[in-house]
């Protein structure tokens, strides 16, 4: 005791021993203060709450918990999710402002690979229908309410519309008529027209379609597509000519290529246009676009292509009222630099237009009117037609109906920087004291310049105008329609309506491409994957056997094996193509009137391969697309004479037998027993690793993922679908009971008819052994995608003449 005390200092400094305690009492307060319940050791902070305070909504939402429990809950989270902190998603009302959709809409405008390209109506369609990306655009597909129906109804009374902004346009300028129409002669002959394109027979003032092939002679020109062409004369003596060509997307590579190597073109992209401080959004815009067009050009000619697709929208206006509908919400107005002669034209055929059948057919006008916006009514209203719509005083010719000033750069950025904007309109109308009168008192009218042409051939479909609208204007013209109750209809509806009025042979038809295009083979593949997909989305026991069909292409047509195996051809040999050239049709026509008569016929000088278009009516039942047509027998024929014969009595195809069921079932115990093994490997695996040191883990983790059964199953999906679907084409159709001639590409239950109704393709060769029983020819159809039955139905061959 006393060496301890000696070696105890006789005196401390307080101020030395202060500090030192100071220091030692701050890190027990940190240590009591940051001590934890044991308990809370165990578990997550938010499972220490008592059971009637616990809810599910922490974790989304901390402050729920007390607060002694928050702090260790977000360092918690934190630590395992990283960050707690969520990007609220706008409200819906936020997402569509109409700031928001003119920002999104700008943004679609720009040359983005990845994302399909708006039209100009895509924000009234969006809210309105499905909409689905097609040929890099998104399109209205089908209305989101119950409206089949009711198009219909409105297209026989009163009208419907549909935007047609899909369609691309080019436009060819050259000095004289002769050079504009020397390239395009080349790809429009006469034998595949009923006449071809010389510098005398086309005239200024109609729109006329035509079929294009390719420039090549030999082996044999290509079917490339139908287009929509117009020749535009200049106004003054030094002008321009110009040919406006309309044309579906999927031909816009083939056709520019084509055109190019006609006219000699060069790409001539490099444009650099000014912009000037003073300038509207509009017009940025429309100079942005000018500055990005495609052009071509060639320096020797003068003549100069250029893609215009981004400044003119397409509206097609179908209907008994088109005409009365558009004198109701069209004026005609003073454009400025108008000439006074070309104003005095417009009124005249604009007053003296009584119906639609008052014009020529595909006739082409250019209307300058009044802002469409200025004389929007109150609600919307149909427009009362006059009760007698027959065919009215036609309309006297005039030279300015194919004036140019729709189709010039300057004049679209004239009618842009004109344009009033549409805030002022609307603040205009809001202090309009009498709703629904027109607010053009007291202000400067816009005047814009439109396209019609008029459609009025009942042969080639529904008759109707066609509103060519520049770039700017659609919105205003298209809910001024919308105000006179006209119904809008999508891709789907359009299918329909070509289907009806037997006019597959035009361009306007969206998805449906014939088999001897160039674009076939791409939305064929896609049509193929979509069908398949779907198909192998139902359990075995929920799909058929297409086995036991007998069904060769289940999901798609594939045209070359088929002619391969009816012709027995060599793969090099085959040539698929749908009988077009215009002797080739007039031969067709006289033979199949010969043999309805009954006379002694001539054999038909015309490749028998080739493929005719025809139209089915069922007597019964119905086919979905990819069905077989199939030719009768005698012993059918003479059982279809019998008078008690009725449409119920059908052919039955025998059952075939399914070769694949046992393999399917071994693949399938084997797959089985498989994953098993597998399962049992991984669960050894993940025992023996948690005993295992951190250096030895990383060889475990590795090892797991080998044993992962991920790609067994990818395997086993695949080899399971090849055994469900018989590839051997050839021998599927050799065991068929009737011999196939052709397959259906679309139907449709027919209001025209009252019954269902289909469209397809048959090998002439086979065409020829087909006979008349009471002025129509017999064929069988049968859906052997999902039935044995073989129905009757009437065919009729589809000739455009």
Known sequence: MEDNRDALPSQIRVRQFIAARVCEIATLTTHIASAQDPRSQMGFSFQHVPKHMRRRAVSHNPKRLPTRLMDDHMRQVNKGTGSLVKN????????????????????????????????????????????????????????????????????????????????????????????????????????????????????????IVGVVTSSEVEPQKRYLGSIRYQLITPDLPEGKFKLILWHH???????????????????????????????????????WKLANAHCWSNEETGITMKDMSEFYNRIRLSGPKSVPILKEIFKIGNLPNAQLQSKSDQERIWNSLETIASMPNNSAIVLDVVDPRLQL???????????????????????????????????????LRMKIPDKEVSEKRRENLIPGTSIAEGMTPNVVSLGLVFRTDQAAGTTGVDIIVPVGWMMPVWIALSFCAVRPYGLEFNEYLTFETESFKGFTSSTYFPPDITHFPVSNASHHDEKKKKYFMYSPSKRENLIKLGCAFPFSVDWQRF?????????????????????????????????????????????????????LDLLNGCVSEGGCICLPTEKDLEIRRNANWKPTDHIHQEVLVDVNETKRQDLRNAHQKKLACLGKKRKKARRASRV?????????????????????????????????????????????????????????????????????????RQLKKLTFLKQHMLVLVRDWSSALEY??????????M
């Open 88 to 207: 609220k998603k706008k409200s819906r009302f936020h997402r569509s402002r109409p700031e928001t959709n003119v920002l999104e809409y700008n943004y679609r405008q720009l040359r983005t690979p990845n994302k399909p390209k708006w039209l100009e109506s895509h924000v009234w369609h969006a809210k309105r229908f499905f909409m689905i990306p097609l040929w890099g655009m998104m399109l209205p597909r089908a209305p989101t309410t119950k409206a089949f129906k009711s198009l219909y109804v409105a297209a026989k009374r009163n009208a419907i519309m549909q935007d047609l902004s899909y369609l691309r346009c080019l436009v060819l300028t050259g000095g004289s008529k002769g050079h504009v129409l020397a390239g395009i002669s080349k790809l429009i002959t006469a034998d595949y027209n009923i006449s071809g394109v010389t510098s005398g027979e086309l005239s200024s003032g109609r729109e």
């Open 249 to 287: 997307p999927t031909l816009q590579s083939e056709l520019i290529d084509e055109l190019c190597s006609a006219y000699e073109l060069k790409n001539d992209d490099a444009q650099v246009i000014g912009m000037e401080h003073d300038l509207n959004h509009d017009e940025k815009k429309f100079l």
């Open 377 to 415: 009514p109150k609600v919307r209203k149909a427009v009362q037609a006059p009760d007698t719509m027959g065919e009215g005083r036609p309309v006297p010719p005039t030279s300015s109906m194919g004036s140019d000033s729709l189709w010039s750069e300057e004049a679209l950025r004239n009618m």
């Open 563 to 615: 002619l391969k195996f009816s012709f027995k051809l060599n793969e090099a040999d085959v040539d698929v193509r749908v009988i077009r050239e215009t002797q080739d049709l007039q031969k067709l026509a006289e033979y199949l009137l010969s043999k309805q008569k009954g006379k002694n016929i001539s054999d038909l000088d015309v490749d028998d391969t080739q493929l005719v278009p025809v139209r």
């Open 692 to 764: 295992v040191d951190e250096s030895e883990k990383e060889s475990f983790d590795s090892r797991i993922n080998e044993l992962d059964s991920k790609a067994e199953v990818e395997a086993y999906n695949t080899q399971m679908a090849n055994l469900w679907i018989d590839d051997d084409v050839e021998k599927v159709l050799a065991k068929q009971t009737r011999e196939v001639i052709g397959f259906v590409t679309y139907s449709h239950y027919s209001y025209r008819s009252g019954q269902f109704a289909a469209f397809g393709y048959i090998t002439l």
């Open 791 to 800: 129905r009757w139905a009437k065919m009729s061959a589809c000739i455009p």
